[in-house]
């Protein structure tokens, strides 16, 4: 199978020590959506098999619920929990493994909004310069 530029084994995320997945690296916003509640969260980084999201108000350990990430979902557990001033962080263990051109799509997703980000924040800068509102 060929693979595109974009999509060569240079540009995936490779295992590193223990892992049994790659983990790709990134901070996007997300939601976790639980039986009480949906909250706004950051993701961290993301696996086939897990993530790690940063929550004003992480869960407890075997908590379940959907990750949304843009129009992508997983249902998912708590496996780890870690709390801080103003918030903690959750890791989590997909319920079935996303396959990795799912998890490619986030990383593209990433880069998009990333670019985004970056424009919105040049144009405010270039209003406030030019003294536009």
């Keep these: 199978m060929l693979l595109s530029p974009a ?13 049994k997945a790659a983990r790709l690296r990134l901070s996007i916003p997300v939601r976790l959506i639980t039986v009480w509640e949906t909250q706004a969260g950051v993701l961290l980084d993301i696996s086939c098999t897990g993530a790690r999201i940063g929550l004003h108000r992480p869960l407890a350990i075997g908590a379940g619920g959907y990750l949304r990430i843009d129009t992508i979902e997983a249902f998912a557990e708590v496996v780890r929990r870690a709390e801080g001033s103003g ?7 997909f319920d079935e493994p996303l396959p ?10 990433a880069e998009g909004f990333e670019r985004t980000q970056r424009a919105a924040l040049r144009e405010q800068v270039r209003k406030w310069v030019t003294g536009a509102s």
């Excluded at 990795?100 to 997703?109: D, K, N, P, S």
């Design 100 to 109: 990795l051109e799912t998890v490619l799509a986030i990383r593209r997703h």
């Design 7 to 19: 999509l060569s084994s240079s540009h995936l995320p490779q295992p590193v020590g223990r892992r």
């Design 87 to 93: 918030g903690g962080i959750n890791g989590l263990a």
